[in-house]
């Protein structure tokens, strides 16, 4: 009967630490939305050009200069890697990448790790220096510096960089995911699955039915995004075998590349085989030229586009392979780590601990190496830590062991190896108590009340950790200490005095001070036949306090449910990139087949853009802007249909509003070439409008023709393309079977049911001004407050006059145009911005236009039909 008491006692001490887990799980914090709390001077620091931030896809930030251009991202790695622990607890940061997605600059938001490390790590030049330039979505870890003390909270920020790039990063260019159909087709017809194979980036490990490897599915992007053929770049799905070096197949997965010289590679069906003869190891090293590989005929560019970036795929893997070899410090640090347990545990179960010289090495070891070099030490934030968010593993594997040590090795063998054999504040104690003559007498009555101390701050620790979650435990205690810098002064002070006392009062710290020392005492199994103790009742009612402490008050981060037009169908996002910029899709509902819905999208938008914007070469717009001819040129019924628009408007504006501004748009730095110029002089200017005008176009819409009168007219429809794109994928959604979906191209909106968006003040952006209910209509809001550039000391609009030649008078700073047509909304706001704020009043209402005008002073006007709108 005494055997199976004890056994209670010991397994009740284990359930109640369990109980408490669950209790600290419980009242864990939430991580904030620190995406949405970000600001253009966020952007800034990282970007100083910067002047407009917007959300992107994959709960990212789009960073814009004042030209609107796309300058990079902003992303936080919580959510998505909350579960990368570095001593006790993930911590959330802040990522800059440019525009090639390289790491400009990192800042940590927020962390749940001990205090102490984070702090030597923030604002930290030479961490934060080595995280430059790397590209997280395609190269593995950088060699790390400065992180001396840190190691595991410096590891974990990497690899939450990496799992939040790796795990949730698409690139812009080629987002769609692979499907297991592709792999199939791949070379692998058996494949019942695949996952990937972290931490190479892009490679995905292919499995059978019965788990076996068959061999594995390389993308080339994210690596071969910048590596462009003739208007774009591709993307190429690879098979490797087992031996992760035999290339069986490639295939061309993806291409921005002209239509003609893509049909060429397809043609040539022994092009592809022929780059199967080198594997990948030998990749990265050719040289094309010495190895005579021959392009395909009439496609040289893009077969050797799509060569180039097999090179980079696997080149990235090779820099891989060095940087993963982590560096000796690492290595050694880990290893000594572990030998200071297997120290430890030959110190708790031979007689070494009795004798009097191994043990004086043996604690100024501890102090000398597992404090002040490894500062590796069991704590009650280390244990708090790991309740609320688990045990992290790699690096941090020999400091989960120490603290198991700690508490199994008392619960099982009545030994207690932390606190006599591994902690070096108690050995430092130890040491400095060898002074008989300088110890003071303690009365056993005042032993008994001081021994009461660190259950009393165990027990506040743990209520205070359940009541304020984000308050950091390790100011009670004495371990941060040892890291020597970036602590908290607390910390200091309590150290400093328990090793003065130790002098006096032998290891008065542990003895009196200590609430870590409480819970693996609270652990311990004093002997064979345990009985229920105080420390039992104490834990009980302590339990029971914090139970009711935590379930009888309101639980925070609940869904509060308020009155909206919006359903609660779960709602599906898929995020892209096009015309410079980025597009949205959201879908409410079920989606029979989200793979190929988000591809037929993309498709549908890359058409548009490929076959109409004059920023891409080959395009309807941009053959008819190289025509050096008079001559008609045919056209297909879609540019004919956005012509006859854009004639419509050229009129309704008393000519304000202008297509053939292209020549105008380029020589003021706006156009394709992307080039800030100096302000054009007035002779370059009046030479510019002897070829700018809508007039000096013919439509031949019956014949489907367009000729010019002036062989350098050139067409730029980059004011109607983003609603006319939405329009488009509004009729891809519809012929799907989707009824509920709001569109976003570019800030150009086209919903089908109801959503509530918002219109940003003009004069702080980052305030809405109006947030209306879209239902079944398109909305674009135009403004020059975004895109305006400095010339000659002042700042100059984006909208150009087609009769000056300069950019128009500012009478208007926004301009909002409901619609049926996202195509008409897109084209109407930008000829009211262009006819300014008196005439657009008359337009809009002379044609029957919902409109809502923002004026340079923050009046507002709405039009007659905006009114009746309900």
């Avoid at 009340?449 to 950790?465: D, E, N, T």
């Avoid at 925070?556 to 892209?576: D, I, K, R």
């Avoid at 003009?762 to 947030?771: L, S």
Wanted: net charge positive; with cysteine; charged share 20%.
């Amino acid at each position: 009967m005494g055997r199976l008491q004890a056994w209670a006692v010991r397994l009740w001490r284990l359930g109640a630490l369990g109980v408490a887990v669950w209790l600290l799980q419980l009242t864990t914090p939430t991580p904030d939305s620190a995406l949405a709390q970000l600001t253009v001077a966020d952007a800034q620091a990282f970007f100083p050009e910067a002047v407009a931030i917007k959300p992107g896809p994959q709960a990212t930030l789009v960073v814009r200069d004042q030209y609107q251009n796309k300058i990079g991202l902003l992303l936080t790695t919580q959510p998505e890697a909350e579960k990368v622990l570095g001593y006790q607890g993930p911590s959330n940061i802040l990522v800059a990448l440019d525009n090639h997605d390289r790491v400009v600059g990192t800042r940590i938001l927020s962390s749940e790790d001990t205090p102490g490390h984070v702090d030597k790590l923030r604002d930290n030049p030479k961490f934060a220096k080595s995280l430059r330039d790397w590209r997280p979505t395609s190269e593995p870890a950088p060699k790390l510096e400065g992180y001396a003390g840190s190691t595991l909270t410096a590891l974990s920020i990497v690899q939450s960089i990496q799992q939040r790039t790796a795990g949730t990063y698409a690139s812009l260019r080629f987002p769609t995911p692979l499907s297991l159909d592709e792999v199939k087709q791949l070379g692998y017809p058996t494949a019942a699955g695949f996952e990937r194979n972290v931490p190479r980036l892009g490679w995905n490990l292919i499995r059978d039915a019965q788990g076996k490897i068959l061999g594995y599915a390389v993308r080339s992007s994210p690596s071969s995004d910048e590596i462009n053929g003739y208007a774009g770049p591709s993307e190429t799905l690879i098979a490797v075998d087992v031996d992760q070096l035999t290339i069986r197949k490639i295939v061309l997965r993806e291409t921005y590349d002209t239509t003609q010289y893509v049909q060429r590679i397809y043609d040539d069906e022994e092009y592809l085989k022929s780059l199967t003869k080198w594997n990948t190891k030998e990749w990265p090293k050719i040289d094309f030229t010495s190895a005579q590989l021959e392009g395909v005929a009439g496609a040289t560019l893009t077969s050797y586009a799509i060569a180039e970036g097999i090179k980079q795929r696997f080149a990235d893997d090779a820099k891989g392979e060095l940087a993963k070899r982590r560096g000796t410090w690492d290595i050694i640090q880990q290893a000594a780590g572990w030998c200071f347990l297997a120290g430890a545990l030959l110190m708790t179960f031979t007689n070494l601990h009795g004798k009097p010289w191994v043990r004086t090495v043996w604690q100024l070891l501890l102090v000398a190496g597992l404090g002040l070099w490894l500062g590796q030490m069991v704590s009650l934030s280390l244990f708090v830590g790991w309740a609320r968010h688990g045990l992290p593993g790699g690096p941090t594997a020999g400091l989960v062991a120490l603290g198991a040590i700690a508490l199994l090795i008392p619960w099982s063998t009545r030994r207690q190896a932390y606190c006599h054999q591994i902690c070096p504040h108690g050995a430092a104690q130890e040491l400095l108590g060898r002074f008989p003559k300088l110890h003071l007498r303690l009365s056993a009555q005042t032993h008994r009340w001081l021994r009461v101390i660190p259950f009393v701050l165990l027990g506040g620790a743990f209520l205070a950790a359940l009541l304020w979650p984000r308050w950091s435990l390790g100011q009670l205690e004495p371990f941060d200490a040892w890291l020597l810098s970036g602590v908290a002064l607390s910390s200091v002070i309590i150290a400093v005095l328990g090793l003065i006392v130790a002098v006096f009062i032998p290891q008065g710290f542990c003895k009196y001070g200590c609430p870590t020392g409480a819970l693996l005492n609270f652990t311990r199994t004093q002997t064979q036949h345990e009985t229920w103790a105080k420390r039992d009742t104490f834990a009980a009612v302590l339990l029971l306090v914090g139970a009711l402490l935590t379930l009888g008050r309101p639980r925070e981060n609940l869904n509060l449910v308020t009155a909206q037009t919006e359903p609660s169908a779960p709602v599906t996002e898929m995020h892209g990139g096009a015309f410079g910029t980025t597009w949205t899709v959201k879908v409410r509902g079920p989606i029979a087949d989200r793979t190929t819905l988000h591809k037929d999208i993309e498709a549908e938008i890359n058409r548009v853009e490929f076959s109409l914007s004059h920023w891409r070469k080959g395009s309807q717009a941009s053959r008819f802007n190289e025509l050096e001819s008079t001559q008609p040129m045919v056209i297909d019924a879609e540019l004919t249909e956005i012509l006859a628009f854009t004639q419509k408007l050229w009129t309704a504006s008393e000519r304000n509003y202008d297509i053939t501004v292209a020549p105008l748009t380029s020589l003021w730095g706006y156009g394709p070439a992307g080039n800030q110029l100096p302000v054009p002089s007035a002779e370059k200017l009046r030479e510019t409008l002897t070829f700018v005008g809508s007039d000096k176009l013919a439509l031949d819409a019956p014949n489907g023709s367009l000729r010019k009168s002036h062989p350098r007219v050139q067409l730029d429809l980059g004011s109607v393309l983003q609603g006319y794109a939405a329009d488009r994928l509004a009729q891809v959604l519809r012929q799907a079977g989707q009824k509920e979906f709001l569109i976003e191209v570019g800030g150009e909106l086209l919903a089908a049911g109801s959503w509530q968006v918002g219109i940003e003040d003009p004069f702080n952006p980052r305030v809405m001004i109006a947030k209306p209910v879209l239902k079944d209509m398109a909305l674009s809001p135009s403004g020059l407050y975004r895109a305006k550039r400095q010339a000659e000391g002042k700042s100059i609009a984006h909208i150009l006059s087609p009769k000056t030649g300069q950019p128009v008078e500012p009478t208007l700073e926004l301009c909002c145009v409901y619609h049926a047509s996202g195509l008409q909304a897109d084209g109407w706001s930008t000829a009211l911005m262009a006819a300014g704020w008196k005439d657009a009043q008359a337009i809009a209402d002379r044609e029957g236009l919902a409109v809502m005008l923002v004026g340079p002073k923050g009046e507002t006007w709405k039009s007659k039909a905006l009114q009746a709108l309900k």
